[in-house]
């Protein structure tokens, strides 16, 4: 049996392996990081299970502008992490820094609110909910 600190750890992980699969565009990968069932709901429109949310995230990424110049990387910070047996919430807040024509820039920023379950030896989000609340008008439709 894992202890508390490995669930945490594990869940930190998940989170790590959300942004560098939606920076990465690897968006069947983000999707997959949710229960078939599983919800995703951005300032954009919300998805429930991951074909729907692997459509919807493809969807708002086809709306940014492409190319390294437009690069953008999600940072998370700030987790608060609550287990109760097989299932957890979790707070944090998330920043996006992109480049622009004028140099890198905060674009975006916000806080995240996660329900995670354990599921065998993973852990995978049941709800995700973005609260974007600081947003540059470089691109209204940046992901979060």
Same mark, same amino acid.
């Given at each position: #049996?894992?202890? &508390?600190? =490995?669930? !945490?750890?594990?869940?930190? =992980?998940? &989170? %790590?392996?959300?942004?560098?699969?939606?920076?990465?565009?690897?968006?069947?990968? #983000?999707?997959? *990081?949710?229960?078939?069932?599983?919800?995703?709901?951005?300032?954009?429109?919300?998805?429930?299970?991951?074909?729907?949310? =692997?459509? &919807?995230?493809? !969807?708002?990424?086809?709306?940014?502008?492409?190319?390294? =110049?437009?690069?953008?990387?999600?940072?998370? %910070?700030? *987790?608060?992490? !609550?287990?109760?047996?097989?299932?957890?919430?979790? &707070? @944090?807040?998330?920043?996006?820094?992109?480049? @622009?024509? %004028?140099?890198?820039?905060?674009?975006? /920023?916000?806080?995240?609110?996660?329900? *995670?379950? !354990? #599921?065998?030896?993973?852990?995978?989000?049941?709800?995700?909910?973005?609260?974007?609340?600081?947003? /540059?008008?470089?691109?209204?439709?940046?992901?979060?």
């Amino acid at each position: #049996m894992a202890s &508390l600190l =490995e669930e !945490k750890d594990a869940i930190r =992980e998940v &989170l %790590s392996e959300y942004c560098f699969a939606l920076d990465g565009g690897h968006f069947a990968a #983000m999707a997959a *990081l949710f229960t078939e069932d599983g919800t995703w709901s951005t300032a954009f429109g919300a998805a429930t299970g991951r074909p729907a949310i =692997e459509a &919807l995230v493809r !969807k708002l990424h086809s709306r940014r502008p492409a190319g390294p =110049e437009h690069r953008g990387v999600h940072l998370v %910070s700030n *987790l608060v992490i !609550k287990i109760d047996g097989d299932t957890a919430r979790v &707070l @944090s807040n998330w920043v996006v820094a992109q480049n @622009s024509p %004028s140099g890198p820039i905060v674009s975006a /920023a916000g806080g995240y609110e996660d329900h *995670l379950v !354990k #599921m065998g030896e993973s852990w995978l989000f049941r709800s995700r909910v973005i609260d974007r609340f600081i947003a /540059a008008d470089l691109h209204p439709e940046a992901l979060t």
